[in-house]
């Protein structure tokens, strides 16, 4: 058509057929993407052509939960109720804490997913993951190995073998770069996924094809929030659930130190800011995934990364234990969140806090 101009979308994004000479419509297409849904329905009763294009986005957003910072595709599939896909911002690895959660552009075709992708991964290589350098006597950097390319699968310094309780990769800390073989998961999602809508759980991850045993599948990013703030965070989260329908994404994680005596908390919170890992539901037999606290050279803090325990068929949903069910008496037992993973050793509560 003269006087337009059209672009073939890839997945996940939204195709805007945009007369050149209308400032009014392509100011529209560089907005909306920032608006959150309750502010995208709101526009999208003022005219016809902005409704259409709430309606695209809308669409676009449901390809893609991962907004094009991933390698794959995260799709929304919703055959339970109008819900097209849910609303959060999106992080491929852990952040410091947020308040108010920043703008996030979702369905723009201004910027290439390729560039996207790639800025997050170089940004994360540079900050080491919130981690800290190592230097000699004098101050000056030096490598935590002195290999100038990790061979096949080890480094000389640090090893991921297997999947264990705690592992170590290749970091900042290391002379080596993003292709490392040792640096598995700090390259982002690499097998597809779906998050499915169910009537019972909500959201859920499920795997989109066959996983085989071992093979990594992302990590818990979130924001990382001090003690004090994960349990003002929780409060304020159980008053919500109290009041309305609401589910909150707040993980704690315990790594016990050497001396035995005492460990390192750290608070992820993927309840605003976070990635497809806030999507894995709980399951008391233990799930199909093994999780591993993982440490990168010259990194300060571990990360929660999630392998396949054994073979994962497609379409089969994606759990773990969110860790023991203890319950006790009085308030504790008042607030008890029922647990619906369907095992055979369903213990009917989920794990929290307090149990």
């Given at each position: 058509m003269e006087g337009s101009q059209s672009k073939k979308p890839r997945l996940g994004e939204t195709q805007f057929i945009i007369p050149a000479t209308d400032p009014f419509l392509r100011c529209a297409s560089l907005i909306l993407p920032w608006l959150?849904?309750?502010?995208?329905?709101?526009?999208?009763?003022?005219?016809?052509?902005?409704?259409?294009?709430?309606?695209?986005?809308?669409?676009?957003?449901?390809?893609?939960?991962?907004?094009?910072?991933?390698?794959?595709?995260?799709?929304?599939?919703?055959?339970?109720?109008?819900?097209?896909?849910?609303?959060?911002?999106?992080?491929?690895?852990?952040?410091?804490?947020?308040?108010?959660?920043?703008?996030?552009?979702?369905?723009?075709?201004?910027?290439?997913p390729?560039?996207?992708?790639?800025?997050?991964?170089?940004?994360?290589?540079?900050?080491?993951?919130?981690?800290?350098?190592?230097?000699?006597?004098?101050?000056?950097?030096?490598?935590?190995?002195?290999?100038?390319?990790?061979?096949?699968?080890?480094?000389?310094?640090?090893?991921?073998?297997?999947?264990?309780?705690?592992?170590?990769?290749?970091?900042s800390g290391c002379g080596c770069g993003l292709d490392c073989p040792n640096r598995v998961t700090q390259k982002g999602i690499s097998v597809r996924l779906k998050i499915v809508r169910d009537e019972k759980k909500g959201w859920s991850l499920y795997a989109d094809q066959l996983i085989k045993k071992g093979q990594f599948i992302c990590e818990y990013a979130g924001e990382l929030l001090t003690t004090e703030e994960a349990r003002r965070r929780q409060n304020l989260y159980d008053k919500l659930r109290s009041t309305q329908s609401f589910s909150s994404a707040l993980l704690v994680i315990r790594e016990h130190l050497p001396s035995g005596k005492a460990c390192l908390r750290i608070n992820i919170d993927a309840t605003r800011i976070g990635n497809v890992a806030r999507f894995i539901n709980h399951s008391c037999d233990g799930g199909n995934?093994?999780?591993?606290?993982?440490?990168?050279?010259?990194?300060?803090?571990?990360?929660?990364?999630?392998?396949?325990?054994?073979?994962?068929?497609?379409?089969?949903?994606?759990?773990?234990?969110?860790?023991?069910?203890?319950?006790?008496?009085?308030?504790?037992?008042?607030?008890?969140?029922?647990?619906?993973?369907?095992?055979?050793?369903?213990?009917?509560?989920?794990?929290?806090?307090?149990?």
């Amino acid at each position: 058509m003269e006087g337009s101009q059209s672009k073939k979308p890839r997945l996940g994004e939204t195709q805007f057929i945009i007369p050149a000479t209308d400032p009014f419509l392509r100011c529209a297409s560089l907005i909306l993407p920032w608006l959150n849904p309750q502010e995208l329905a709101a526009i999208s009763l003022t005219c016809k052509t902005l409704s259409m294009i709430s309606k695209s986005l809308t669409s676009g957003r449901s390809l893609d939960a991962t907004r094009s910072l991933e390698n794959l595709p995260v799709p929304f599939c919703n055959a339970v109720d109008s819900k097209r896909y849910a609303y959060f911002i999106y992080t491929p690895f852990q952040i410091p804490a947020s308040s108010p959660p920043p703008r996030q552009s979702w369905g723009s075709t201004v910027v290439s997913p390729a560039i996207r992708v790639k800025s997050v991964l170089d940004s994360a290589s540079e900050r080491g993951r919130f981690g800290v350098s190592l230097v000699d006597e004098s101050g000056e950097k030096r490598y935590g190995c002195e290999c100038q390319r990790c061979e096949e699968g080890s480094c000389a310094c640090l090893s991921l073998a297997g999947v264990e309780e705690i592992a170590n990769e290749c970091g900042s800390g290391c002379g080596c770069g993003l292709d490392c073989p040792n640096r598995v998961t700090q390259k982002g999602i690499s097998v597809r996924l779906k998050i499915v809508r169910d009537e019972k759980k909500g959201w859920s991850l499920y795997a989109d094809q066959l996983i085989k045993k071992g093979q990594f599948i992302c990590e818990y990013a979130g924001e990382l929030l001090t003690t004090e703030e994960a349990r003002r965070r929780q409060n304020l989260y159980d008053k919500l659930r109290s009041t309305q329908s609401f589910s909150s994404a707040l993980l704690v994680i315990r790594e016990h130190l050497p001396s035995g005596k005492a460990c390192l908390r750290i608070n992820i919170d993927a309840t605003r800011i976070g990635n497809v890992a806030r999507f894995i539901n709980h399951s008391c037999d233990g799930g199909n995934l093994s999780t591993v606290l993982l440490r990168s050279s010259g990194a300060l803090l571990p990360r929660l990364c999630f392998f396949a325990a054994r073979d994962i068929l497609a379409a089969e949903e994606l759990s773990f234990s969110y860790g023991d069910v203890r319950l006790t008496a009085g308030k504790n037992r008042d607030n008890k969140l029922n647990c619906c993973c369907g095992s055979s050793c369903c213990f009917g509560t989920l794990p929290c806090e307090n149990t």
